[in-house]
């Protein structure tokens, strides 16, 4: 998976707030079936279904039962259903 653009809330999951205007690998993602991204926030789904999230964490938009943002990709404990 490839991101780049503005990073200042870590929405590009490089590990940094660092801007890259050019396509940049996420070195922690890899299986990518599905993603969403916002203005300062991005998900990610596998194939085996796991969910991944990083970026602007206010209000716990990331789902991570935290408030801060994540510069990475960090998995998401999903509720069985």
């Known amino acids: 998976m490839f991101a780049w ?8 999951g490089l590990g940094n707030t660092s801007a890259t205007s050019t396509p940049t690998v996420i070195p922690t993602l890899s299986d990518i079936v599905a993603i969403a ?3 300062t926030h991005s998900l990610a789904v596998t194939g085996s279904g796991q969910l991944h999230a990083w970026g602007a964490n206010g209000s716990s938009r990331l789902g991570d039962g935290t408030t801060a943002n994540r510069t990475s990709p960090v998995l998401i404990n999903l509720p069985d259903v």
């Open 5 to 12: 653009g503005s990073n200042a809330s870590g929405e590009l």
């Open 37 to 39: 991204a916002g203005d």
